[in-house]
Nanobody, 114 residues
Framework: VQLQASGGGLVQAGGSLRLSCAAS????????MGWYRQAPGAQRELVAS???????HYADSVKGRFTISGGNAKDTVDLQMNSLKPEDTAVYYC?????????WGKGTLVTGSS
């Protein structure tokens, strides 16, 4: 299984970015897809996730600003990030959960400048 992530970069506070992640190499159903982030000196945290029935979950810090879309049918998951804040600065990782385990994509850096 390979995860190819794209997007990220530097954006001024209040700006928007879109992250995309595509999963390939498996013909099995995906249980869930999501985005995590890790800021310098902090633990990796869940940002948003989407499961097979389309249900979504967001961290309180991004509710109303970030939107996750995609899922098993497309084997892709996108994260639309609006109203970015400096505290959103982190390396973002996509994660895909299969029945037997999960996989991580390479991180992509998102920097929200003040």
């Amino acid at each position: 299984v390979q995860l190819q992530a794209s997007g990220g970069g530097l954006v001024q506070a209040g700006g928007s970015l879109r992250l995309s992640c595509a999963a390939s190499g498996s013909h099995f159903d995906i249980n869930a897809m999501g985005w995590y982030r890790q800021a310098p000196g902090a633990q990796r945290e869940l940002v948003a996730s989407i499961i097979g029935d389309g249900s979504t979950h967001y961290a309180d810090s991004v509710k109303g600003r970030f939107t996750i879309s995609g899922g098993n049918a497309k084997d892709t998951v996108d994260l639309q990030m609006n109203s970015l804040k400096p505290e959103d600065t982190a390396v973002y990782y996509c994660n895909v959960v299969f029945p037997w385990g999960d996989y991580w994509g390479k991180g992509t850096l998102v920097t929200g400048s003040s």
